[in-house]
């Protein structure tokens, strides 16, 4: 997306441009844990291992699982869910609620792990320096929790890793705030078609077999309706109002009504969405049961494909 579509038309003297660090920070834990896993992985002492079959031998321990069984260059689905993979069983039935954390710091293989940290660095540099690392921060954490909790819902029969719950909640948070902060950007209307498009993208990669669509769609929601609430800016030309009602002027509202609406009902959408379904999954609820075309959303199947 082209930084000048997402230039403010008028800067504020009280804008601050922050230094992005946690961003670059996200990136390499997630690469150290992906590191740390294929050390524990040890495709040579696997069984399948054993037969030669590892891919990238020269690695020795830190080689990948043949392709037939990873094809995205990576460990195995068994090491995955040691190093906590979601999986449904485990976290309602095993108690095991951290889960729905530490997954999203794994990732399948080296595809998987580049094109998710690759897109984070695309929209939480520019993010955190608008915003400062805390409020991406939450967005980041929450999205990929609110990610995990619907991917939980609807896929129980089978584990997830990734930070596409959380990345997507990047996306549909940086979305909603062009829309909440409309009237301060210039050239709109390409930076939302930018924004749309490429949300559209990632979640039509969605459909295909092997890709957790709920955790995109999940993160996605929860991002966006965090952005109306972390990231409002105040509408333009109130700073200078307060300058100039100094001189008797009267000040300019910071927010303007539309703001304080979009505030109010995406906070109240956040905190019911996530309650209703932490409330839904630990009562050990079949998302499916309640939605019957939903699993449309996740794979659809072709001619190319099953799902």
Not at 103 to 124: D, E, K
Not at 201 to 218: E, K, Q, S, T
Request: glycine letters at 10%; hydrophobic letters at 45%.
């Amino acid at each position: 997306m082209s930084s000048r579509d997402m230039e403010r038309g008028r800067k504020h003297r009280g804008d601050t441009q922050w230094t992005s660090w946690l961003t670059p920070t996200i990136v390499v834990a997630n690469v150290a844990v992906f590191i740390v896993v294929m050390f524990i992985n040890d495709c040579p002492k696997t069984t399948n291992g054993a037969n030669g079959d590892c891919v990238a031998k020269f690695l020795r321990r830190f080689s990948f699982q043949p392709l037939r069984e990873n094809p995205l260059l990576g460990p195995s689905s068994s090491t995955l869910e040691k190093m906590g993979a979601l999986e449904w069983r485990k976290v309602v039935q095993g108690n095991e609620k951290w889960r729905l954390i530490t997954s999203m710091w794994l990732h399948a293989g080296v595809f998987h792990l580049f094109t998710n940290m690759f897109n984070v660095i695309f929209f939480g540099i520019r993010l955190e320096q608008q915003f400062g690392f805390l409020r991406i921060g939450l967005v980041y954490l929450i999205s990929g929790f609110g990610g995990n909790i619907l991917s939980a819902l609807f896929l129980q029969n089978s584990i997830s890793v990734g930070a596409s719950g959380a990345l997507l909640g990047l996306m549909g948070a940086m979305l909603s705030e062009l829309l909440i902060n409309w009237t301060i950007y210039a050239n709109k209307l390409a930076a939302l078609f930018t924004i749309l498009f490429i949300i559209a993208i990632n979640l039509a990669i969605g459909l295909l077999p092997w890709v957790d669509n709920f955790a995109h769609i999940g993160g996605f929601l929860t991002g966006f309706f965090l952005g109306f609430v972390l990231l409002i800016r105040p509408q333009l030309g109130w700073e200078e109002s307060r300058n100039s009602s100094q001189y008797g002027a009267r000040a300019r509202s910071k927010y303007n009504p539309c703001q304080y609406m979009l505030f109010f009902i995406a906070g109240v959408v956040v905190v019911a969405g996530l309650t209703v379904g932490i409330v839904m999954l630990f009562k050990g609820e079949n998302g499916n049961k309640h939605c019957k075309w939903c699993h449309r959303l996740d794979c659809y199947p072709t001619s190319k494909w099953s799902c």
